[in-house]
């Protein structure tokens, strides 16, 4: 409940205008429904009585049907105003919800990131967040409508019937609305949470199926895997039964109760009758409002069905949400003077880095130490695994390492807030994906204000010109994930995004893999002419690399 | 009008897809669930009927029993109409829920048997929504629509009939609210059916977004273009916000609309009623003047009269939605795809037509062997004899169909003619498993299954020859220091492309992992492409071993220094027919 709150107080808190004003409406539109039946049914009592008693004309019929017609009206009205604006409000707060997710996936660290699977934070921002819309709309604003609505309906029975009617009637209808609350959703938020999270392991099991087809097929796993996804399938199945079945009782509860409520009320008003402490025509105000109170407990049916997936979402947002401050970047400030030679723009020292830092396990790096100038061009030599693009993930500020250190610029790397250091150090690592779009979009993001002109030469340093005009210029899409590229291409569009950057210090994990030698030669020849000044950093295993560079350092 | 007309033949197509994706007795379920809505709904008749009474029989000052009876009457078909309820709902949901299993099985039966190299394949992320999420909207299709729909068939007519007998100007009333309703329905369907579809794309265009900027969560932070980022999904979520909106007005619109008519029909219903039991109207009713019972009754059912059209309005949305994905399943179960070479199950032995050991010690010919892509693209291979336990390098340029040969070898997908013969049997549907059974496989591409290291090693193989084979394997690859680096070793959790691994060191492992299954022949696909000498020289002493230990290995490679270290070479060209 704890995190249902917050993230209800976050959603008011953000929408305070729209939420209350919905809230008003909706009550509105509930004490609309109790006065338009109720009126209704004492209007023709009282009529009713009225002719048999034949003075039929002097009864004043005009306002009371005025007042049922203005009810009608106005019922269909509020609820037309109370829809809008609550569903735009949750609308909106879901938006921001979203948006504030990836932000904060955008501010973890190197480790998390590496970590993380598309298709489970794809879940966390899609489904989970979707399961949030009903917070306010099923479950907070009808339980404060609610609030509000029971004394108003209490106090007008008990003035125009009796008290013991105006008693016996919310009674009732609380005292089934509480046990709806106590008897069915402790049944049904467990499985409903777990229905949900059963869902998403479906999901990631077909998916996973998919991708490793081939090799299911090979090796004989096929059927295996098949049988799995059929037994959280039936595990599924078995949570969703439950929830649906309790949410059938609930409903029936729901039910019991707004019969029991109407029963109770002619038994007492028939009672009451008979000691004439109540009209026929009031009676019939009485029955006929009675009926519109299961309207106030209606909700509770949803709010069985989804509490437990609104719960678990709401924790998986907490999650993130409290976690935040730990795995945001770092965000200190630094006067960060341009490079003054001759001093190195990278100066490393004595650099110790362990993937587990509580094991004594061997450290990928030790004690490594290097000085990198403007202009240079450096290669990291070493066997595959060996260390290189750790080294480039230190420089890059994407890990931290146990021991040593590195200054950008005659500073500390530590003392770089995120900007100024992506403004100063550029890298291409040895995976990157680019985005669906065209081609200037995925150059423009990482320069926003980059000129078609400017995009070219960049194209052309590459030696993209002729992918580009085959595509019909920059603005050809390369498809999802660049899939109108081939695979020396897409590495060509990653290198060219990262040197749009114009950076003093460019890293790169072995830039030309996938391209012929050749090519590389020729990229590569570009490159140093297009950035004669910055200092060049790469881990490389390629002659054409090992070649382009001024000198190597074996890690 | 030529909206109409376009719409007609979708519809039906939807309705004779449910007929074909629903079983039959989920079919069955459904109609008895509708049945006892529809009696659960006449029932209210006699409660109002009861309530009527009731103040009838006060107002003409009848005895004290006859308000038992009634009071009693009420309640007792007010338990009734519950109970019903319950039931409706008990059936309608049994059916939704046979259904969406049912339909899972078939998509998850449909999807594996689908040759990995067929152009028809859906995209992965494409079916795993259709597969896990979407098919969970029948749900609410079938457990509210459809009984709304029955009872909208029904309840009208049958309190319109009751309305007539009581009073032919009460009838009218109803008769002129209620055909208004579908005819303003129609017009607000339309509108609505267009921003759903816009609101739709809208859905999945961010969805396509948002796994594009996961994707590329680490380039976006190298780049500095987190703030740029986050700004342009804004707007993206702000669209969705926006069109979902529009939908959600005009569904709500077209509810107050109806909530107006039937406000209306009821108010009309209400004055007639009040005037002619004041006695100021004296047409209508066939027992001048109306009684205060019949006055009661009327009102009380005048709302119900409205009711089933609003439950379906309400349940309009559902439709839609369920509709849209009937056609997707239909579209996905029936496309023509082209499946793997034998049954998507383990179970050869119940197929083959040979004995278990017939494959050991393959001889692979290959004879006539031709794929056919499209009109413009096929391959011809030439007859070729593989003998068993030597090794084959397939070279040739990129599109000669190097790696075609080897998934035509697997039996991944069927030839267009000629065979591949081993130990002279043809294989086919019959004896692939049992084929598959012999052959171990190193992709070009390492894809990890969601688990441990470990895990993804065993893949294939028994927990004996795992114990048995594994530490050579990973000897072989030279992998201590891999697994030394890595947090928790073998037992550590990989990410979807192994992340934690280096490109060189996850092609290692997948050949360690063909090690240890420990199968006679062994297939792979470029082992040493974009790999340092060094790793490579590593990948072809494996591999070579392999060889000598009496293992059939067959590479397609553009390695000349890997194919030269093979005992043949088969040299493809490019061809196109």
Known sequence: MHNLLKIIVISLRQNVRAFSLGLALSLLVLLASFALLGLSGWFITATGIAGLAGIGIGFDVFRPSAAIRFLALGRAAARYGERLTTHNATLRSLATFRVHLLDVLLRRNHEQTEKLRGSVALNRMTTDVEALDGILLRLAIPFLAALFYYPVAFASLWWLATPAIALCAIAVSLAGAALVLFTCLPRSAGPAARAEQLLQTLRSQALELQQTHTDLIVFGQLEARKNRAITTEGKLRARQNRVASTERLASTLIQLTALLTTSSVLAIGLKALQTEAITIASLAFAIFASLTMAEVIHPLRKTVAEYGRMKYAAGRMQDIYENQEVKEVRSADVNVASASLPAPVMRVRDLTFRRNSKTNSRPILEHVSLDLYAGERVALISPSGGGKSTFLNLAAGLLRPQSGEIELLGKPLSSFSEEQLRNTIAMLPQRSFLLQGTVLENLQLSTPDLTEAEALQIISVVALDGVVKRLGGLHGNIGEAGCNLSGGERRRLALARVLARNPQILLMDEPTEGLESELSTKVLENVSSFLPDAAILIASHRTTEKDWVNRHMIV | ?577
């Not at chain 2, 007010?78 to 039931?87: D, F």
């Not at chain 2, 009821?266 to 205060?292: R, W």
């Not at chain 2, 849209?324 to 119940?350: I, K, N, R, Y």
């Not at chain 2, 002493?541 to 088969?570: E, F, P, W």
Request: net charge negative; charged share 15%; with cysteine.
């Open chain 2, 1 to 577: 009008m030529t909206q109409s007309t376009q719409k007609t033949p979708e519809k039906r197509k939807a309705t004779q897809i449910q007929r074909k994706l629903l079983s039959r007795s989920a079919q069955k379920q459904l109609s008895h669930s509708a049945t006892i809505s529809i009696l659960s709904s006449a029932l209210w008749l006699v409660q109002a009927a009861s309530i009527a009474g009731l103040v009838a029989d006060y107002a003409t000052g009848a005895d004290l029993s006859s308000h038992l009876t009634n009071l009693i009457l009420f309640a007792g078909a007010g338990l009734v109409r519950i109970a019903l309820n319950h039931l409706a709902e008990y059936w309608a949901y049994k059916a939704a829920d046979e259904s969406v299993a049912d339909l899972r099985r078939t998509l998850l039966e449909k999807i594996i048997s689908i040759s990995p190299f067929s152009a028809a394949r859906p995209p992965s992320a494409q079916f795993t929504s259709l597969f896990a999420e979407k098919l969970n909207a029948l749900y609410p299709y079938l457990t509210s629509y459809h009984a709304a729909y029955r009872r909208t068939m029904v309840m009208p007519l049958i309190i319109l009939g009751i309305s007539f007998w009581h009073s032919w100007v009460a009838g009218l009333i109803l008769l002129i609210g209620g055909p208004l309703i579908p005819v303003f329905m129609a017009l607000v369907g339309y509108a609505a059916q267009d921003a759903s579809e816009a609101q739709l794309k809208e859905v999945s265009s961010l969805n396509v977004l948002l796994l594009d900027r996961l994707r590329a969560l680490q380039d976006i932070r190298l780049l500095g273009a987190q703030q740029h980022t986050t700004e342009a999904f804004a707007d993206k979520a702000q669209a969705l916000h926006t069109k979902t909106l529009k939908v959600l007005s005009i569904a709500f619109l077209s509810s107050t609309v109806l909530e107006l008519f039937a406000a209306l029909g009821v108010a009309m219903m209400a004055v007639y009623v009040g005037f002619s039991l004041l006695g100021e109207l004296n047409f209508g009713a066939y027992t001048t003047p109306l009684t205060i019972f019949e006055g009661v009754f009327l009102l009380l059912i005048a709302p119900d009269f409205f009711q089933p059209l609003r439950d379906l309005a309400a349940a309009w949305h559902d439709k839609a939605t369920a509709q849209a994905l009937m056609v997707e399943l239909e579209d996905f179960t029936e496309a023509q795809t082209q499946s793997f070479v034998g049954p998507a199950t383990q179970e050869w032995c119940a197929v083959r037509s040979i004995p278990a050991d017939a494959l050991r010690n393959p001889l692979i010919q290959l004879h006539g062997l031709s794929i056919r892509f499209n009109e413009t693209c096929a391959i011809t291979y030439p007859d070729t004899t593989i003998q068993p336990g030597t090794s084959l390098a397939i070279t040739g340029p990129s599109g000669s169909g190097k790696s075609t040969l080897l998934a035509l070898l697997a039996g991944l997908v069927p030839p267009t003619s000629g065979d591949i013969l081993i130990n002279d049997f043809p294989l086919d549907a019959t004896n692939g498993n049992l084929w598959r059974s012999q052959i171990a496989w190193i992709p070009q591409f390492p894809q990890f299954q969601r688990g441990t290291l470990a895990d993804n090693l065993s893949l294939g193989s028994s927990p004996e020859h795992v114990q048995r084979y594994l530490p050579e394997a990973l000897q072989r690859i030279e992998a201590a220091h891999i697994i030394d680096r890595l947090p928790d070793g073998l037992m550590t959790l990989l990410g979807e492309d192994g992340a934690g691994l280096s490109g060189g060191e996850a092609r290692r492992m997948m050949i360690a992992r063909a090690i240890c299954s420990h199968r006679p022949v062994l297939l792979a696909d470029e082992p040493t492409a974009d790999l340092d000498e060094e790793t490579a020289d590593l990948i072809k002493q494996a591999l070579l071993n392999c060889a000598s230990q009496g293992c059939t290995v067959i590479i397609a490679t553009h390695d000349n220094k890997l194919a030269s270290a093979m005992n043949a070479t088969l040299s493809l060209e490019k061809s196109y027919a």
